[in-house]
């Protein structure tokens, strides 16, 4: 009603129910069993062509209703200057129920096994090696239901459901000190703990530590190299991925003068899927209430789409993607990457290690980064040289960088396995996502060293 | 919506902890908070939104038989909401392990006011002076140079307020405000688009410059356009804020915890006494600076804020404690116990971390440097290695100096070393002190860091 009377374009209301575990272990210490409940509602309007948000942390009636004046008097004020008025590209209204059916939900596992679950992981870690002096386990797990309305007769019910885990270890011997990391994250539930048994987590990352302990520096300059799927992954989210998120291809990024033409070699091709069953960065609806779907940016080296929500979409004249997403009820949805990979071509990794006499394979990243002119930088957490085609010694704090644009040019062959990694993006909000490829070979990039 | 006072926060967390000492808990803390932001939003060269967000919340850590356990409820107005919080803390606690080495909440001790936290002025502003204040910024970023163009930013004004109350008689509250703007552009010139360049001004006080904040991200933008190639060699760096903080926080800010430093997560540990930089560093950790963005009366478990001694002429003196790593080596707190809000338990932070001015003004620093590079942004600072120092970052981009002057910028450019080693070879520091965060610095030189061009 107070849409009406302030004339509200368009109205959304995000209501959520959200119940959060935490646990946090040093050293098989638990520093603190966490618990927590939070409901809040996100309102949403556009007047005269300006966006008003109003968040508050409450389902009480009186609170909402001044919290949608508060909104349209918030899109007013933000109106006063505009030159080009938002609008919001056409979608179908959806009226759904989505229920997650999970093997092991994890409200329903009690407190006692999850600390238990952590402290085997903990004990994998310390046991490994005598080398490696700590380790910190965080886990989370988030259930909840999300309830979407908007003024065009959209209304969706859907389940929340996340479990994560991050474990790092760092090892120490002879005043060298290394450190690695692993995450762990499924929406399909509890059930992942199955797969990623606390001890095959536990000695990954104790042995990579260990391993880094007798690695070499990199010499810095320009190599030919290996990236492994994890890299991949890094790789096409940081150096690709944001870059066609359609808000930041429209502030000036590099890629909306390049639809349709070809930025990469003919072995790249790139996807960005809400659809895959259980995978972190999955969901059935977006936060506008569009249907996630598997989103083709690249096709054989050629730009085919771009990441939408409605807003942009109007702009390009495209078809939303599924890709608006808000982290909880505190924030507005904005253009997020979902599950984004590469696809497999048909190399063996000894096939791309062959040719090459001196570079480097990297295996496991640390850490990335983008800029919208194209500049990326991956680091590195595990690393071999590669030496007369063979994969040699390891190296350690390494880290690549280059020109987006430049580098997926020399792309110049991709294997045919395939892994999908768990991990958190952060863009003023975090949002949980997968990415990951296959091998691929990189006939150059630049090679941060310190030797 | 209006605030919640003081003695209704107080009440509140009050109420919490009797009500959890009733149900049988040891111990018991509730940090109530409350948070008002109100915003807009520029993208794309205009002002497209405006938000506003409260946020209340109660977290409460109890202890029994020594295991600890934390519940949080952001439904503070219903009192069954909240005992079901205390509750859920209970049992959590109840499911954890007990922890040997835990010695206790804080003790009660008198705390020094904020100073210069809190303006009236902050919380009456509406959405419409934030339209005028985000208008001054983009007019003075498009008079500055036709080829800007500015690709979001936006300016806010928040008040955040807590509430502390232990079993051991602490209890405290304390309010304060902040107003930011900031500006991200990037400038165009044919098919030439430089990387993003940013700039912001955030206080306590209702006095930020937005004209200021329009007219450097549009200079800095503008001054990318100009690029040329550099060579892979060893060379001379001025680094601003924002290359510090990006450094800092992920290595030495983290070598300075005394948690990791217990933990043998440190490069300092055994460190106290010894020389860790050159003898023009000189670093505090001042939860009380005045208009500090970290300023408060208290931290994150109510032990007081206060001023402490890291670094002194490249010493290192003293690491930052929360309650529980200093009482595990019978020390006192520092007032390092930082939460984010009430969804989090307490973990050692610093506040304020200063790095204390020199006496050279940053134009003449800059005119000192024969050859080297001015660094602003860096990418990948987070992928440092955060025990060893080790970095192996991206500058985006890196401005060339020459005979005192920005010749032109560079792309691509990564520097690669050990914050460690870089900190020993600080030769002077400017006078230009500025707050960002939690770091407040002026700009450094540093000899001979290892530079690999493109």
Known sequence: MAVQKFGAEYAEVRAQSLSKTMLTLKEGRVEAAKQGIEDGVALRVLVNGAWGFASVGSLDAVILTSAVSDACKMAKAASSRLKTPIKLAETKTVEDRVHVKPKKNPSEIRMEDKIKTALSVNKAILGFDKRVKSCTIDYLDLTGTSYFVNSEGTCIEQDKLYVWSRVTASAVSKGVFTFSREEIGSTAGYEVFDIETPELIGAKVAKRAVEQLAAKSPKGGTFPVVLGPNVVGVFVHEAFGHLAEADLALSGGVLSSNLGKKIASDVVTFYDDGTISGAFGSFKYDDEGVPAQKTLLINDGVVTGLMHNRETAQKFNAEPTGNARAEDFRVEPIIRMRNTFMAPRDHSLEELVEGIRAGYYFKSFRGGQANIDGTFQVGIQEAYEIVNGEIGGPIRNASISGNTLETLFKVDAAGKDFELWPGRCGKGQTAFICDGGPHIRLKEVTVGGSA | ?454
Not at chain 2, 68 to 96: C, M, P
Request: charge should be neutral.
């Open chain 2, 1 to 454: 919506m209006a605030v919640l006072e003081k003695d209704a926060m107080l009440y509140l967390a009050e109420n919490a902890v009797n009500s959890a000492l009733a149900k049988g808990a040891a111990e018991a803390e509730a940090y109530v908070y409350e948070g008002q932001a109100t915003s807009v939003g520029i993208e794309r060269g205009q002002i497209t939104k405006s938000n506003r967000i409260i946020d209340r919340g109660l977290g409460m850590r109890v202890s029994v038989n020594k295991a600890i356990g934390f519940a949080y409820t952001n439904i503070i107005g219903s009192q069954s909401a909240i005992e079901k919080a205390i509750v859920k803390a209970l049992s959590a606690a109840r499911a954890s392990k007990p922890d040997s080495d835990w010695n206790g909440l804080p003790e009660k001790k008198p705390c020094a006011s904020a100073e210069k936290t809190f303006d009236r002025k902050v919380l009456a502003l509406r959405p419409e002076d934030l339209v005028d204040t985000a208008s001054v910024m983009l007019d003075a970023a498009a008079n500055a140079d036709k080829r800007v163009f500015p690709i979001e930013g936006g300016a806010g004004a928040a008040y955040v307020a807590n509430a502390i109350a232990n079993s051991n008689g602490v209890a405290g509250f304390d309010k304060g405000t902040v107003i930011e703007c900031s500006l991200a552009a990037i400038a165009k010139e044919g098919s030439k688009v430089t990387p993003v360049c940013f700039e912001f001004n955030a206080e306590r006080s209702c006095n930020v410059n937005a004209g200021w904040v329009g007219k450097e991200a549009a200079r800095l933008a503008v001054s990318a356009l100009k690029t040329k190639r550099i060579e892979t060699k060893n060379t001379k760096l001025i680094l601003t804020q924002f290359a510090l903080q990006d450094l800092l926080y992920f290595t030495l800010i983290n070598a300075v915890k005394a948690d990791n430093v217990q933990r043998g997560q440190s490069a300092f540990k055994g460190k106290i006494g010894a020389k860790i930089a050159s003898e023009n560093v000189t670093i505090y950790d001042d939860g009380l600076f005045q208009g500090g963005l970290r300023t408060g009366a208290f931290d994150g478990e109510g032990a007081p804020h206060q001023k402490t001694l890291l670094v002194e002429k490249g010493v290192l003196r003293n690491f930052l404690y929360d309650n529980y790593a200093a009482k595990k080596e019978g020390r006192e707190s520092t007032g390092n116990a930082a939460r984010a809000g009430y969804l989090s338990t307490p973990s050692v932070e610093a506040t304020n971390f200063h790095i204390m001015p020199g006496g050279t003004a940053a134009e003449e620093l800059m005119s000192e440097v024969d050859d080297g590079l001015i660094i602003y942004y860096l990418q990948g600072a987070h992928s440092s290695n955060p025990v060893s120092g080790e970095f192996s970052v991206v500058a985006t981009p890196a401005w060339k100096i020459k005979k005192g002057e920005i010749v032109h910028c560079s792309r691509g450019v990564m520097l690669a070393g050990n914050i460690f080693e870089v900190l020993k070879n600080v030769s002077a520091i400017a006078s230009n002190d500025r707050k960002m965060g939690q770091l407040i610095s002026p700009w450094m030189l540093v000899e001979n860091v290892k530079v690999i061009g493109k």
